[in-house]
């Protein structure tokens, strides 16, 4: 097997120098002048949770929920890349109930691209995975200030350590190490497509076994405004010498945009299977699997004589594994967002939450688990610049 994919990357480097050397040779352009972009975002927060913390946690507070800063640019008419790093206090406070706990400094998007056709993307470094509508969705452009529970559990935790599944703030953050290639077509009703070889252990952590996990997302545009596509995820948890845990993901999306009458509407559904993991205790167990799925249909209309202003509803449902009995989560989230400018916008959403008894439950932002979580009101301002 690795025979093969030394062969198959030799290859595959062997074709990119030649069709390199081809478009230098047939191009002759003179050269240009390229210049990074500097980016970035915040996002502060207020938070109320009307859920029974049992003296865990906080009910109110408010919050630096993300600080990036980011370079992006072109270095060729072939080369790109992206850096960004994350200043963030996750608001841990909220799900471990120590109000001391501080943010963090992380490398969180470092890739560089190799553009050789539309058809033909080459990116290797770190970067997010394609996997989901919603979980390759950046900050500023999510309508609704948190994702789906479900994307957040499921997709935000891929190749995250097992012991780190029930934990809500978003795993490995949708990234991972590794080498992609990606295109699109738009004669062919719209094709995109992206593939993924990745270590399967988070955020620029070095590989823990020595298999690689393969994820893979396609859409089509079938009509125009329509988007519809899927997602496969399949790797593997094992640790050296440790219990061998097979892992697999599976997503379906659609998505339908009529900008002329201000209307979004899109729906989700995702699974999953993690071999050898009890969620019971949060730890690697023989003979037990955790299972988990759910959907959520979303919807968005902005008012035409105040096109700035968008209201906003989503439905969704969660189960955080099949082979747990009382283990569901309903949420319906209520929301507005107002866009000043470009990406920066206030959002204010306000989410109805009916858990099931199970303490496997949680949800996003709350400390409490089960039937003890509770409402929550969230205010968000972002400022993208």
């Known amino acids: 097997?690795?025979?093969?994919?030394?062969?198959?990357?030799?290859?595959l480097f062997i074709s990119f120098f030649f069709i390199h050397n081809a478009i230098a040779q047939e191009k002759k352009e003179e050269k240009k002048e390229f210049k990074p972009k500097f980016g970035g975002y915040i996002e502060t927060w207020y938070l109320s949770d009307s859920s029974d913390l049992s003296a865990t946690g906080v009910d109110s507070l408010f919050g630096v929920r993300r600080a990036r800063i980011s370079a992006a640019g072109s270095v060729s008419d072939l080369v790109s890349y992206k850096i960004q790093a994350a200043f963030d206090n996750s608001l841990a406070s909220t799900t471990t109930g120590d109000p001391k706990t501080t943010g963090t400094v992380?490398?969180?998007?470092?890739?560089?691209?190799?553009?050789?056709?539309?058809?033909?993307?080459?990116?290797?470094?770190?970067?997010?995975?394609?996997?989901t509508l919603e979980g390759l969705e950046g900050t500023p452009a999510r309508p609704l200030i948190l994702r789906a529970e479900s994307i957040n559990a499921i997709a935000g935790t891929l190749g995250a350590n097992p012991k780190t599944r029930s934990d809500t703030a978003g795993g490995e953050g949708f990234r991972d190490v590794g080498l992609q290639i990606a295109g699109s077509y738009k004669e062919a009703i719209g094709l995109n497509y992206a593939i993924a070889l990745v270590n399967g252990d988070g955020i620029n952590n070095i590989?823990?076994?020595?298999?690689?996990?393969?994820?893979?997302?396609?859409?089509?545009?079938?009509?125009?405004?329509?988007?519809?596509g899927g997602s496969a995820f399949r790797g593997?948890?094992?640790n050296q010498g440790a219990l061998s845990q097979d892992e697999a993901a599976y997503g379906l999306e659609a998505e339908y945009i009529q900008k002329a009458i201000g209307l979004g509407i899109r729906a989700e559904y995702i699974?999953?299977?993690w071999e050898h993991f009890d969620v019971s205790t949060g730890k690697p167990a023989s003979g037990k699997d955790q299972e988990p799925n759910g959907w959520y249909l979303?919807?968005?209309?902005?008012?035409?004589?105040?096109?700035?202003?968008?209201?906003?509803?989503?439905?969704?449902?969660?189960?955080?594994?099949k082979n747990t009995a009382n283990s569901k989560l309903k949420t319906t989230t209520l929301g507005l967002l107002y866009n000043f400018t470009g990406k920066t916008n206030l959002r204010l959403n306000y989410l109805m939450r009916d858990p099931d008894s199970s303490s496997a439950v949680a949800a996003q932002g709350s400390a409490a688990k089960g039937d003890k979580i509770g409402n929550m009101l969230l205010l968000s301002l972002l400022v993208a610049f």
């Open 1 to 11: 097997m690795k025979k093969a994919l030394y062969l198959a990357f030799l290859t």
């Open 106 to 131: 992380k490398l969180w998007d470092a890739a560089v691209d190799l553009n050789f056709h539309p058809l033909i993307l080459l990116k290797a470094g770190l970067f997010k995975t394609p996997f």
């Open 207 to 228: 590989d823990n076994n020595n298999k690689k996990d393969i994820v893979a997302r396609a859409t089509v545009a079938p009509i125009e405004g329509l988007s519809l």
């Open 236 to 238: 593997s948890a094992e």
């Open 271 to 273: 699974t999953a299977k």
């Open 298 to 321: 979303q919807a968005g209309y902005k008012i035409p004589p105040l096109p700035v202003l968008e209201i906003l509803g989503r439905y969704e449902w969660y189960e955080v594994d």
